[in-house]
């Protein structure tokens, strides 16, 4: 499987923009960039995913570079709620009919207010 | 809103005891997932099922491990007997397509504590 590399930890101000980086040099044609995030003491949840496009939704923009080798997830105005774990995954395509997501230690947002 | 549903949230065994977990995926979801976490690292993908049948077995410790989605729909995973080790999160998750352009739904996951 395809490994991604995140910073280990990011700290930002309240209502500030975060630009989350994701380093993915291994990435294959079909593989999907997913983002997840995982307050304390919850289940991952699903933030936005994407394969060559840059892509939006009313929790964040997922920015795609060119070669598809990195990615940045951007929160537009952190909240206090953003604080969370945030994991860069490629989804591995096993075959046609199955897929899985393989975590790495993600990032961990630290928000000041 | 429709959730992953997960029992119980919180559990204490002791070593050598049995413990199972259950997870109730959202209605009409075809894949089901069980993640084990510990604490400070990502979730570890166990199993995962497509319907009744698994699809991905290949990181379930089989010797003390085992996971049945009976009817395609809510599942079990029992561990007999426990260790030490295996104090963590279990978490399930569930999508209602088995591609790679859809998302996973997880529940809030089981505590587990071995003593």
């Known amino acids: ?24 040099s291994t990435i294959s044609g079909t593989d999907y960039i997913h983002w997840y995030r995982q307050l304390p003491s919850q289940g991952p949840e699903y933030v936005i995913h994407g394969l ?40 591995a395509t096993r075959g046609s009919n199955d897929y899985k997501l393989s975590f790495g230690a993600g990032t961990t947002v630290t928000v000041r207010a | ?39 400070g ?5 166990l199993v995962q099922f497509q319907d009744e049948s698994v699809v991905d077995d290949s990181q379930l410790p089989k010797d003390r491990f085992s996971a049945e989605r009976l009817k395609g729909v809510d599942s079990t995973l029992k561990i007999q007997p426990a260790e030490l080790g295996d104090s963590a999160m279990y ?23 071995v003593v």
């Open chain 1, 1 to 24: 499987d395809a490994k991604t590399t995140q910073p280990n930890s990011m700290e930002s101000n309240e209502e500030e923009p975060v630009h989350l980086p994701c380093n993915h």
């Open chain 1, 52 to 91: 060559t496009s840059n892509v939006n939704n009313r929790m964040a923009s997922l920015a795609i570079a060119e070669d598809r080798k990195s990615s940045t997830l951007i929160l537009h105005r952190a909240t206090l709620r953003d604080a969370a774990v945030y994991y860069c995954i490629l989804s």
């Open chain 2, 1 to 39: 809103e429709a959730e992953v549903a997960q029992s119980p949230r919180y559990k204490i065994t002791e070593k050598s005891q049995a413990v199972a977990f259950w997870c109730d995926p959202i209605s009409g979801h075809a894949t089901l997932y069980w993640y084990r976490q510990i604490l």
């Open chain 2, 41 to 45: 690292q990502g979730p570890e993908l």
């Open chain 2, 91 to 113: 978490l399930c998750a569930s999508s209602s397509l088995n591609t790679v352009n859809t998302e996973a739904f997880f529940g809030q996951g089981t505590r587990l504590t």
